[in-house]
């Protein structure tokens, strides 16, 4: 039997957590549609969630191979012992494909992971940075690590004023920079993706030129991104990877099939799907505020409450929600949520991935932050983008059931709405043209595939004289 000619092998390596891991994965399938080898490298602990077509799926370790970061309880000792594991067994991989017929021809990594670029560079193949937040959270990110980022004197009453982005005042920027001593570790992370860019033969960020063409053009010189997103599942994009109507990995068990049961009672437009994300623990006063105000509303609502959530909310509310108003589930899949068409609107924590996927399906947002990027992605939603509102903190940071309320209403039957339902269909329009044949980001991916597939062919060409 003839063997299968690939345009180069590419080996992808998320950061194991699983808004890292979806859209590096959904990133390997994209390539893997367009006659590329793709291979996902992740760490022993997360192997057994991956499963994706046409994507080869390898282990390399983080040190705890039992239980990945819970079994570390230290993001900065985490970090330290991925670095020492992580290259030893990549370097291991990379050798173990070399003896093969199909070596690596580059390694696309996460950008929390730059240790990976310096093992691509040791032996001699090509290295890509894949960064996961917005080009916006990336382009400040960028210039406070070349020390040329400089924060108003009065940031209460004065905005940060960047090149290429709208004014950013206080309650916009990253927590990392408001106050960065409170998260040393990740603020370091986040600063350490810029460590050895320069080295990187391409840089990938999970955007596209529509949404923030001009935020990657202002920072080209020194960032200069190739914009390829949004990395969703094709199912709800441009539907041309067959079958893709999943990530392909889940970290939790999904209850899909008996959240759309319920979603098919609802009427069109009539639910309020609220989801904070994997990540994101709110405090038994924001949970409150939040199961009130959805008691309160007018429409049906479906909440994913993790397990280890579940305790904070307010005694009875779980009773309230077995009749016709609500459901409470553990984990769902999100995508098939926010495609329902009883589905009207998406209360999120404004995770990047959370925040591309209610662009990408069209849904109208109510934002409600709780840290890192969050803040700045739900300004873009509710004043650049006007896909929805930013729901106002009180003195205490917290969402009171009443600002929550009015910000449903407003997006979901209010006068305003109208207007917020209409930028949503012209972002969901965009979304699925960029990654669409001929499309803003698919035209980068395939300037992509071509180098791989002209270092593919050179490879060649020097085995066969080598060979003579």
């Not at 939790?252 to 437009?269: A, D, G, N, Q």
Request: aromatic share 10%.
């Amino acid at each position: 039997m003839e063997e299968k000619e690939y345009a180069g092998h590419v080996v992808l390596i998320p950061y194991p957590s699983q808004g890292h891991i979806n859209p590096v994965l959904q990133f390997a399938k994209r390539l893997a549609s367009k006659g590329v080898l793709a291979t996902l490298a992740t760490t022993c602990y997360t192997t057994k969630s991956i499963c994706a077509p046409n994507v080869g799926v390898e282990p390399i370790s983080d040190g705890f191979d039992v239980g990945g970061f819970a079994q570390a309880q230290n993001e900065d000792l985490y970090l330290k012992s991925f670095k020492a594991n992580g290259s030893r067994t990549l370097s291991e991989l990379i050798h173990k494909y070399q003896e093969s017929s199909s070596p690596v021809t580059c390694v696309v990594y996460d950008s929390f992971l730059p240790w990976a670029l310096d093992v691509a560079k040791q032996h001699g193949i090509y290295g890509a940075s894949f960064f996961t937040n917005s080009a916006t959270v990336c382009h400040i990110f960028c210039l406070k690590h070349l020390g040329i980022l400089s924060l108003p004197v009065n940031l209460e009453n004065e905005p940060l004023l960047v090149p290429g982005l709208p004014p950013l005042n206080l309650a916009d920027l990253p927590s990392f920079l408001k106050f960065p001593e409170s998260y040393p570790a990740y603020m370091a992370m986040k600063l350490n993706q810029y460590s050895n860019l320069h080295m990187a033969d391409w840089i990938f960020c999970n955007s596209f030129e529509e949404l923030e063409g001009e935020a990657a053009e202002s920072i080209s010189e020194l960032w200069p991104a190739k914009l390829i997103g949004p990395m969703a599942p094709s199912a709800y994009l441009d539907g041309r990877i067959e079958d893709d109507k999943g990530y392909g990995a889940s970290l939790w068990e999904p209850l899909s099939k008996e959240c759309i049961k319920w979603l098919e009672t609802k009427p069109p437009r009539s639910v309020v799907y609220v989801s904070f994300g994997s990540m994101v623990s709110l405090t038994a006063e924001q949970m409150e505020e939040i199961a009130r105000g959805l008691q309160e509303c007018s429409s049906h609502f479906l909440w994913v409450v993790k397990e280890s959530e579940q305790s904070k909310l307010p005694e009875g509310f779980v009773e309230y929600t077995a009749k016709e108003k609500g459901l409470l589930v553990t984990w769902c899949n999100q995508l098939e949520m926010l495609a329902h068409q009883a589905v009207g609107c998406f209360v999120t924590h404004c995770g990047w991935n959370s925040t591309l996927e209610g662009l990408s399906l069209g849904v109208p947002m109510v934002g409600v932050p709780q840290w890192a990027d969050q803040l700045t992605d739900a300004k873009f939603v509710g004043e650049i983008w006007g896909v929805g509102l930013r729901a106002k903190e009180d003195e205490k940071g917290v969402v009171r059931k009443e600002e929550f309320v009015m910000c449903l209403k407003v997006v979901m039957e209010g006068e305003r709405s109208h207007e917020i339902k209409k930028n949503a269909r012209k972002w969901s329009e965009l979304a699925k043209k960029s990654v669409s044949e001929g499309g803003s980001s698919d035209k980068r991916i395939n300037e992509f595939v071509e180098q791989l597939m002209l270092r593919a062919i050179n490879s060649k060409g020097h085995q066969l004289m080598a060979a003579m």
